[in-house]
Each structure stands twice: as C-alpha cells, then as structure tokens.
C-alpha cells in the first residue's frame, strides 16, 4: 500500500485556489472574467484582506495590481517588506459590476472562501483595508474612520491572529492627510509581528451526567 504524502501548506491552498477557480454560488460568476483567489506566500504572517477585485484584477487574475496595489507596496517597502513577503486576498473572489460595493448575498456566498484561506495560511496578523473587510472579520459595525489602527485579538479559521483594521489604500490616493495616518498605522506592523497571542480559550462541551449510583459515587 502507497504511503500517503502530506501535502505542504502551499500545495494544499493551490489546491483550494483550483476549486475556488469554477466557483458559481453567486451571480458574479456570470460576469467575472477570472476569479481572483489572491496571492503571495502561503507560510505568511501577514495577511491583507480588502473588499473586492476590480477592473485591472478582474483582467490579471491578481489581487491589488493596479493603483492602490502600487501604493501598497510602498507602504510594506517602507516597513521592511515585500510583496512576496505577505499574503494579499479580498473577501469577495469576483468583481462586482461597476466596483459597487458588495451586496450581503454575494459576501455570504464568497465568506467560506476567505475563512478557509484563513485557516491554510495561518497567518499571525490579518490586517483589513477598508470598511467590509474589517466589519466582516471583526464582527462589528463600527466604521473603520474609529477603529483603524487598533488592533484586537480574535479567532478566525481556528486560529488565534490579531486583527488590524487599515484604510484601504484607495482612500490616500489623492489624500495627503490619509496617506500619512496609514504610513503610520503601517509602522507598527513589525512590533505587532512580534507580539505574543494568547491562547484560544478551550470550548466546554457539557457531557451527559451518569447516574451516581452507576458511578459508584453512593
């Protein structure tokens, strides 16, 4: 009998990322010309997750490759780092007509593919650019005007990471005041990189008391 072979962390997420490929669980499949899964290193501890691809990831099947992505890549220069060095993905996998903003149907449809990433990656910070990103992941409606910066430990994919919500580079762009709040926010990736997460708490699982005289307690 053939041994089994363990697939590494990269195989199994381009893997996924071939499934994910044919994905139709939305009406956005019939107007995408690719899915973009995302991309960069797959043992990464730093993960991007903005909204949605848009019309240059639509043609190129990468996210985060026009503009804002070039702006992006600044920001992690200015840090130390690269783009091969992160993981880059969005929370919706196709482009919304028009780059509206994404409907809860297609979101719900798309989110499995995202915790899923999540999960493969296992990253340590899982940095948000933008509003849908963070409220997804966080959980909560607060905009991201008073949350960017602040940092929170969570569980996702089952597994302890902390939370950094950013404004997505878009917004600094034509903005020199918000282009100096996220080269900021962005200076404190590395401390961030380096702090300890506190275990996740164990889950209780109530089990089904014997009788005591079965147990032999009287």
């Given at each position: ?11 199994e997420l381009r893997a996924f990322g071939d499934v ?85 149907e297609e979101i719900e449809a798309c989110e499995g ?92 699982v109530p089990v089904a008391a014997e009788p005591a ?6």
């Amino acid at each position: 009998m053939a041994a089994v072979t363990e697939l590494s962390r990269g195989e199994e997420l381009r893997a996924f990322g071939d499934v994910v490929s044919t994905c139709t669980r939305c009406a956005l499949a019939q107007g995408r010309t690719q899915v973009v899964f995302g991309s960069g290193n797959p043992d990464a501890d730093l993960m991007f997750v903005g909204e949605a691809p848009g019309f240059h990831e639509d043609k190129q099947g990468v996210p985060f490759v026009g503009a804002a992505g070039k702006l992006l890549e600044q920001l992690l220069d200015g840090i130390g780092l690269a783009r091969d060095d992160v993981y880059i993905g969005n929370v919706l996998k196709c482009r919304p007509p028009g780059n509206r903003d994404p409907l809860p149907e297609e979101i719900e449809a798309c989110e499995g593919h995202l915790w899923r990433q999540i999960e493969l990656i296992r990253p340590r910070i899982v940095a948000t650019l933008g509003n849908f990103a963070m409220k997804l992941l966080s959980g909560k409606p607060t905009g991201i005007t008073r949350v960017h910066g602040q940092e929170q430990e969570t569980t996702l994919g089952g597994y302890r990471v902390l939370l950094y919500p950013l404004y997505h580079p878009a917004a600094a762009l034509y903005t020199p005041r918000m282009l100096d709040v996220l080269q900021s926010d962005f200076r404190r990736i590395p401390e961030l990189l380096g702090r300890e997460l506190e275990p996740p708490a164990p889950v209780f699982v109530p089990v089904a008391a014997e009788p005591a005289v079965q147990l032999g307690l009287f």
